[in-house]
Nanobody
Framework: QVQLVESGGGSVQAGGSLRLSCAASGDTFSKYYVAWFRQAPGKEREGVAYIDSVSSPSYADSVKGRFTISQDNARNTLYLQMNSLNIEDTAMYYC????????????????????WGQGTRVTVSS
């Protein structure tokens, strides 16, 4: 089972950018599909972006055109580049993974993913 550790969160003003990283260890990263989720206080965990097929990456409508997910298997690292941040992007951000041999028809659902990091906090202020 792969272990995941996020970093790169912080505080930024609206309109700014952040890049989150997720370092993987314990298994061959290329064996996994990957995703980013976020959870704001008092809200459910929601899918932000994922890579789970040849046609990916894919994004939630709320971040499309602003966020970019990328997977560097040589560095065992997953990234989330976040641009044009707004207050609604404030949340704890989590990376997630599942072995490629397991398919899932709802990849923006948290129940599609079996490995999780501990999260990194992003705060966007006006």
């Amino acid at each position: 089972q792969v272990q995941l550790v996020e970093s790169g969160g912080g505080s930024v003003q609206a309109g700014g950018s952040l890049r989150l990283s997720c370092a993987a260890s314990g298994d061959t990263f290329s064996k996994y599909y990957v995703a980013w989720f976020r959870q704001a206080p008092g809200k459910e965990r929601e899918g932000v972006a994922y890579i789970d097929s040849v046609s990916s990456p894919s994004y939630a409508d709320s971040v499309k055109g602003r966020f970019t997910i990328s997977q560097d298997n040589a560095r065992n690292t997953l990234y989330l580049q976040m641009n044009s941040l707004n207050i609604e992007d404030t949340a704890m951000y989590y990376c997630a993974a599942r072995l490629r041999r397991y398919s899932c028809t709802t990849p923006l659902s948290r129940y599609c993913w079996t490995s999780w990091g501990q999260g990194t906090r992003v705060t966007v202020s006006s």
